[in-house]
């Protein structure tokens, strides 16, 4: 099995930063993918960022330039910098990860509040 913990959530202004971490622990054989997605209130879920085991990355066209996604495989961890954030990022942000053995897990969501 495999348990993912978001941290880092919380409130802040437009403009702020906020930086959401995730660690992955139990059976790690084949991690590859890690993601991050976000849920606002009635809307679906969708992906904010993605990387691989070996690095690549790649983001949703609404963050661009503004998050930057990274990971310490020696930890399991991934890190979500999220700056210049707006009000529209308000939404509970999900850590996911994917195994190429097969088999994929999230995390329980940490909330994350942009307002004025």
């Known amino acids: 099995q495999v348990q993912l913990v978001e941290s880092g959530g919380g409130s802040v202004q437009p403009g702020g930063s906020l930086r959401l971490s995730c660690v992955a622990s139990g059976t790690m054989y084949m991690l590859d993918t890690m993601s991050w997605y976000r849920q606002a209130p009635g809307k679906q879920r969708e992906l904010v960022a993605f990387i691989t085991s070996g690095g690549s990355t790649n983001y949703g066209g609404s963050v661009k330039g503004r998050f930057t996604i990274s990971r310490d495989n020696t930890k399991n961890l991934v890190v979500l910098q999220m700056n210049s954030l707006k009000l529209e990022d308000t939404a509970v942000y999900y850590c996911?990860?994917?195994?190429?053995?097969?088999?994929?897990?999230w995390g329980q969501g940490t909330q994350v509040t942009v307002s004025s």
């Open positions: 996911y990860a994917y195994f190429v053995r097969g088999g994929s897990y």
